[in-house]
C-alpha cells in the first residue's frame, strides 16, 4: 500500500510503535513464542502498531498476537520483510508489508518507524538488530528509545559486556543503562506503558529513565 508520501509517510507520526525482534526458526510450541504472542497481543489491545520483520517464528508470534489483541481498535501490524537466498514469505497477520534488499536500509526503516524496542531470542539477524538499535542511540543518531531485551539468553551476554567491553573502557556505563533486561511480560509491558506516556507528554523530545529495570543501578 504505497502512497506518494512514500511507505513510511503512510504512518502517523504521532502514533506510538514498537519493534519486535526475534528468531525466525522458533515453533508455536516454545515458550518463547507464547511469551511473544502474549506481549504483542497486550500491545494490540492497547492500541499500538507493532513493526516486524514480518516472516516465520517470533515474527509471526508478534504479528498474530497483535492481531488477536488489536480487534476493537485500529493498531497497525507492519512487517518489513528481507530477501534472502532461501525465500522468507511474510506470515498472514502482517497489515503492511515493505520488502527490502539490504539488512541496512531495512534497519534504518525500523528505527524510523519505532518509540520502543523488543528483542527476544535469536541468532545473527537478532544480534544485529539489538546491537544496530544500540549503536545508533548510543550515538545519539536515534532518541533514547527503551531495548528491552526479553528472554535467557541475554543474560551471559551482559555479563560478558560487563566483564570486557565495560572493563576495558570501550564504552562507559551510561551505554550500558540504555538497555532493559526483563523477567517476564508484565515488566516489558510496563516500560512499554511508561515509554507510551512519555511520548504522549512529549513527541518532540522523547526521552526516559526507567531506574527500576536497570541492568545497572
Not at 480487534?71 to 497489515?95: C, W
Not at 536500509?105 to 537478532?126: C, E, P, W, Y
Not at 528472554?151 to 543503562?177: A, Q, T, V
Request: glycine letters at 8%; charged letters at 30%.
Amino acid at each position: 500500500m504505497k502512497t506518494k508520501r512514500g511507505f513510511i509517510g503512510q504512518f502517523d507520526k504521532k502514533h506510538f510503535r514498537v519493534a519486535i525482534f526475534g528468531s525466525a526458526r522458533i515453533k508455536k510450541d516454545t515458550k518463547e513464542y507464547k511469551q511473544i504472542y502474549k506481549i504483542a497481543e497486550m500491545l494490540g489491545k492497547r492500541g499500538i502498531d507493532v513493526v516486524t520483520g514480518g516472516g516465520p517464528g517470533l515474527m509471526e508470534a508478534a504479528n498474530s498476537g497483535h492481531k488477536a489483541g488489536s480487534t476493537k481498535n485500529h493498531a497497525r501490524s507492519i512487517g518489513l520483510g528481507i530477501k534472502l537466498p532461501k525465500e522468507q514469505k511474510f506470515n498472514e497477520s502482517v497489515d503492511f508489508k515493505k520488502l527490502f534488499y539490504r539488512f541496512s536500509k531495512r534497519l534504518d526503516n525500523f528505527m524510523l518507524l519505532s518509540h520502543a524496542v523488543i528483542v527476544s531470542q535469536g541468532g545473527v539477524g537478532t544480534m544485529l538488530e539489538f546491537f544496530y538499535t544500540w549503536q545508533l542511540v548510543q550515538v545519539k543518531h536515534a532518541c533514547n528509545i527503551p531495548i528491552i531485551l526479553v528472554g535467557d539468553m541475554w543474560k551471559d551476554l551482559i555479563k560478558w559486556l560487563k566483564k570486557y567491553p565495560l572493563k576495558n573502557k570501550y564504552f562507559s556505563k551510561e551505554d550500558l543503562k540504555m538497555i532493559y533486561c526483563v523477567k517476564n511480560v508484565e515488566e516489558a509491558i510496563n516500560i512499554i506503558d511508561e515509554a507510551k506516556k512519555e511520548f504522549n507528554k512529549n513527541k518532540k523530545d522523547f526521552c526516559l529513565n526507567y531506574e527500576k529495570y536497570r541492568i545497572i543501578k
